[in-house]
């Protein structure tokens, strides 16, 4: 099976920054997109002004810089210019991307504070080529800057040859990555605030090559207002796993006004962990968020995969599709209330409709928002072989389920016992289990047994 799917995105004319008439003109063009209208071969998701230039130039090329960036094996090229991903929900622009090793997630949420005019409601992607990036590099603070996110002014070009075609390579990681992340995002915490000066003193300590100490494991603990590294977690620390991955922060320090830790909780003898990296800017925001290692990809770590398990989640999250409307801000309790579903099925049809890359989760809101990435849906199984294995087995009659909390699943010449634990998880006898501890979710065997329990309850 190929990790990759060419994905043509066609754009009206290269993005770039115009500065021969007086003003400066960004325009960003966008490709195939989807819209509360439909989809639409090339969406206007804005047009007004940048109220801090500097910042926003700066933090477009810090997503940029991380869809470039292969972090974990920097001698390999990485997947060149992938183009971020735009989202428009009505308050704010969020501009998304992954690294290609796909360990780090990069969104710039443009909240309404910081631009000046109409934001409209839509995903797609944003043509960032190279011109622009160096264009972008020599904005400084000054005069508000006239941003278009879309085609402008079409009429008085000849299109004909201004038309840019860009086959790209789209990743399925990414596509996965997009899932993973809000599912992993959502079950973080505040850990850590500190000023602007403490965020450059530390992030300017760190070091910014992938040596093999800095792909290792660190902790960063919060104490007076300042940080410090330790290499041992504890209650209120964060991981910082592969510490050359916030590289792309340096880009706004000048600008920034605070630096946000996140992270799950942490405890004497936790393995390693994701973790969230938030700088504030004046009307934005840039987060990071790393995977627990620096060779370990979100787009593996299998948290979709209960949810994706249990059988009325893909009619819930039909239901839930229809009531969804580009909100910046998920409500839980209302959607609860207008789907008549309990809040934990909410919450699995959202994981559910993430597959798709329809859901985010934003740390500074705690709260997952809306999107729509303009791919073909239905990747379910493609994107998760153990929930497809796990299906098989149970079709295959490989489960046999013993009262209690005990199953056995036939696979292979192999029987593998599997048990439910006190904390609601699956555990089993099996390699994958004995490697990770379920901390890369649930193995094929455990999925089956959750799969046929299910049914089992279903049929009573």
């Not at 964060?238 to 006004?257: K, N, S, T, Y």
């Amino acid at each position: 099976m190929s990790s990759t799917a060419t994905h043509s995105l066609t754009y009206l004319r290269p993005s770039g920054l115009d500065r021969s008439g007086g003003r400066d003109l960004l325009g960003l063009q966008t490709s195939g997109g989807r819209t509360p209208g439909g989809d639409v071969a090339n969406p206007t998701f804005f047009q007004g002004f940048l109220k801090d230039p500097a910042v926003a130039a700066a933090g477009l090329l810090a997503v940029a810089d991380v869809a470039a960036a292969r972090y974990y094996d920097p001698r390999r090229t990485g997947s060149g210019l992938l183009d971020p991903v735009v989202t428009g929900n009505g308050d704010r622009l969020r501009f998304e991307s992954f690294s290609a090793c796909c360990g780090v997630h990069a969104r710039l949420d443009v909240l309404d504070s910081g631009l000046d005019g109409e934001i409209g409601h839509g995903t797609t992607n944003v043509d960032v080529n190279t011109p622009l990036r160096d264009a972008l590099n020599g904005v400084t603070a000054g005069d508000p800057l006239h941003l278009t996110v879309g085609p402008q002014e079409l009429a008085v070009a000849t299109l004909g040859d201004r038309v840019v075609e860009k086959k790209v390579p789209l990743p399925d990681r990414w596509l996965r990555g997009f899932a993973e992340t809000q599912v992993i995002a959502a079950g973080f915490e505040l850990r850590a605030e500190v000023s602007a000066a403490e965020a450059v003193r530390f992030l300017r300590s760190l070091p910014r090559s992938g040596g093999n100490a800095a792909r290792g494991g660190q902790w960063v603990a919060a104490a007076g207002g300042r940080l410090r590294l330790t290499s041992r977690p504890a209650a209120g620390t964060v991981c910082l796993p592969g510490p050359q991955r916030l590289a792309a922060l340096h880009r706004v320090l000048r600008q920034a006004d605070s630096l946000r830790l996140y992270g799950p909780p942490a405890a004497p003898g936790s393995g390693l962990l994701a973790s969230a990296w938030e700088i504030g800017l004046p009307g934005t925001r840039l987060t990071l968020t790393l995977s627990p290692e620096t060779g370990r990809g979100f787009s593996g770590e299998g948290t979709v995969l209960n949810a994706l398990a249990d059988a009325e989640t893909e009619s819930d999250a039909e239901l839930l599709s229809v009531l969804l409307a580009w909100d910046p801000r998920i409500d839980l309790g209302l959607l609860a209330a207008q789907s008549g579903l309990a809040v934990e099925r909410v919450r699995s049809a959202l994981t559910r409709l993430g597959v798709d890359g329809r859901i985010g989760y934003d740390l500074a809101e705690a709260a997952h928002y809306h999107r729509e990435l303009p791919y073909a849906t239905g990747r379910v199984e493609r994107h998760n072989p153990r929930l497809k294995a796990a299906r098989e087995l149970v079709a295959a009659g490989a489960v046999r389920l013993e009262p209690g909390e005990m199953a056995d699943v036939v696979s292979g010449s192999f029987v593998h016992r599997v048990r439910l634990a006190a904390n609601g998880a699956f555990q089993c006898t099996c390699d994958w289990w004995a490697g990770t501890g379920g901390g890369r979710g649930p193995c094929r065997h455990a999925l089956a047994v959750r799969i046929a329990r299910n049914g089992a309850t279903a049929a009573l």
